[in-house]
């Protein structure tokens, strides 16, 4: 691994329930805006809980151009495709030279992939019959097919990755994509993270009694569960020299990252935090930082 190479952020993109670019989510954010709400997405009458971060009025076609086939693309697909369209334009790489699409790649982080379409067929399977249901809906179930669509929505061929790490996925693929890098095996990387709201996931949750009937409060004493949500959120990785030299707008850098595992309980963190300490220690020691130089920590609140 090239330890002296550098690897920074160059674009940006998401779409989520607080906005439909960056620009709108971090105005919604800087404002306390907050972004659960009622769910209509799919039917929550049976469910203990109703509310949850769900985009609303989310137009596929608006965000992703003509030029995209959606009629293959699942939810969480076109969610994945719009961030990572925003993402490149940002990055000023879109559309992306011909000469560095065979070395660009993309690492993306999952759960439920196309299960909301999956369960739209079945129901029509049980309401029409098999002569007429679309069984198309069936080739986006898998949860890789976000970064295939992204692939070859861009014409990449560089390396291509899926993560189902359940809450740490989309940093998973951040860590990842940055080693792929380093190591030489890719020049750019898109990485991120996308998923999106589905009844199998929101039952789940519930059965779990994992999930506030309001808002998820993960500091308060009174907290009662976290709060679902869908979104997606992808970044452009590139060497520090190669932003330097197109003249980039940089965002910030990757210096270090670190993985563990709990192996404690399914929704729960461990009360000692073990994992979680191994895992900041281990991305301090990766990026040569002491703790005294760490600013802002960013909280996994699951409020559970």
């Known amino acids: 691994m090239n330890s002296k190479k550098r690897i920074v952020i160059t674009g940006m993109g998401t779409k989520n329930a607080l906005g439909g670019n960056v620009g709108q989510f971090a105005g919604a954010l800087r404002e306390g805006v907050c972004g659960i709400s009622e769910i209509d997405l ?23 151009p003509e ?5 293959r693309m699942s939810r969480a697909d076109q969610l994945a495709v719009a961030a990572a369209l925003e993402a490149l334009t940002d990055a000023g790489l879109y559309p992306l030279p011909e000469t ?10 999952g759960g439920s992939g196309g299960l909301l379409g999956a369960e739209r067929f079945y129901a029509d399977l049980l309401r029409k019959g098999m002569k007429r249901s679309k069984f198309s809906r069936l080739s986006t179930i898998f949860c890789a097919s976000s970064a295939d669509r ?24 951040l860590g990842y994509a940055r ?27 519930n059965a779990l009694k994992s999930v506030d009937e309001n808002v998820c409060r993960p500091f308060d004493k009174s907290r009662a569960g976290l709060s679902l949500g869908e979104a997606s959120a992808i970044l452009v990785l590139e060497p ?7 003249g980039a707008k940089i965002y910030g850098e990757i210096l270090g990252y670190g993985i563990t595992c709990d192996s404690f309980h ?39």
Do not use: W
Request: with cysteine.
């Open 240 to 246: 520090l020299t190669a932003a330097l030299a197109r």
């Open 150 to 173: 992204i692939a070859s929505s861009f014409g990449l061929s560089g390396p291509k990755t899926t993560f189902m790490t359940a809450c740490s996925a989309g940093a998973t693929a």
């Open 266 to 304: 399914m929704t729960a963190p461990d009360e000692k935090a073990s994992g979680a300490v191994r895992s900041m220690q281990a991305a301090l020691k990766d990026s040569g930082l002491a703790e005294g130089d760490v600013d802002y920590i960013n909280a996994h609140g699951t409020a559970t």
């Open 179 to 205: 080693d792929l890098i380093l190591d030489g095996q890719a020049d750019i990387m898109l990485a991120g993270g996308v998923e999106p709201m589905c009844r199998l996931t929101y039952a789940a949750f």
């Open 67 to 71: 030029i995209f086939p959606l009629k």
């Open 100 to 109: 560095l699409r065979e070395n660009t790649g993309v690492a993306i982080g």
């Open 42 to 64: 799919f039917d929550t009458a049976e469910f203990r809980t109703h509310k949850g971060g769900q985009i609303k009025n989310f137009n596929p076609r608006q965000s992703i």
